[in-house]
């Protein structure tokens, strides 16, 4: 085994954080380079959708490609056994192993293969899919070369599972952030909408909003086109707010044995 191929590769599948960084060509490459470490014939690379669904995310060949799509629409093969129990699964010799799964094995053999090691990408209790290695000739996998596949699968599942997080903190970061603006923005059109008026904030705040919700539209967007100049006082002042009273005076209370007004 080339050690120097296998420090950079290690390096090359831990380096997430960089800008700029390609999930796809992170994947290629690390089905690329199994197959060049591991003495295997080809890889696959399948990774659960946000609704747990596997999917075919890179292979090292077409033929590849392929037989890991039909073994998703067969339901059956040794990959899915690795992703649904979390464990690795070893076929050394699939011929005789048909009757376990038996399209799978089939298929696999018009591709070419004979041989199966489906590596789970796992971390801790979480597992996201499986590296697939795929070999012409029938016997036993390497147990060291077993051992270095999962450390590549390892690495690659803590890389990707780094970038997911790191995407959902930045969109909630930006979620937060724009909910300030909006906040700010809103603030300078009551302001504005009150002194044009000459009424408190509170109303200014409930014309926007009515205003916002007749026409179907963003309060922030209102409030921002209202303070940029775009939307005008006078469309603004063709709703009144509801059931508010004006500055300084208390809601009315009815009389005793009164009606209310409906």
Same mark, same amino acid.
């Given at each position: 085994m080339d050690g120097r191929l296998l420090s950079e590769t290690f390096v090359e599948l831990a380096d997430t954080m960089v800008t700029g960084f390609d999930v796809m060509d992170f994947l290629h490459v690390l089905t690329g380079r199994s197959v060049q470490l591991l003495n295997v014939s080809a890889a696959g690379l399948l990774l659960a959708d946000p609704r747990g669904e596997l999917r075919v995310v890179a292979a090292s060949s077409e033929a590849t490609r392929l037989l890991e799509l039909f073994q998703l629409q067969s339901d059956q093969g040794p990959c899915l056994d690795c992703f649904r129990s979390g464990r690795p699964v070893t076929a050394a010799d699939l011929t005789t192993q048909a009757g376990h799964w038996p399209r799978f094995a089939a298929a696999a053999r018009d591709a070419g293969f004979t041989a199966v090691q489906a590596l789970p990408m796992r971390l801790r209790e979480q597992v996201i899919g499986a590296l697939n290695l795929f070999r012409a000739a029938p016997g036993p996998f390497d147990p060291a070369t077993v051992r270095i596949g999962q450390a590549l699968a390892d690495v690659a599942t803590i890389s990707l599972l780094h970038k997911? %997080?790191? $995407?959902r903190i +930045? @969109? !909630?970061t930006e979620q937060l952030q724009g909910a300030l603006d909006s906040r700010v923005i809103i603030e300078q059109a009551k302001g504005k909408l009150a002194e044009r008026l000459g009424t408190d @904030? &509170?109303?200014a705040f409930s014309l926007l909003r009515d205003f916002a919700r007749a026409r &179907?539209?963003?309060? %922030? +967007?209102? *409030?921002? *086109?209202?303070? $940029?100049g775009t939307e005008t006082? *006078? %469309? !603004?002042s063709a709703i009144r707010p509801r059931q508010l009273?004006? @500055?300084g005076q208390p809601p009315r209370q009815p009389r005793p044995g009164s009606r209310p007004t409906p």
């Open positions: 997911r %997080s790191m $995407e +930045d @969109t !909630l @904030t &509170n109303q &179907n539209l963003r309060l %922030s +967007d209102l *409030a921002r *086109a209202f303070v $940029e006082i *006078a %469309s !603004l009273p004006r @500055t």
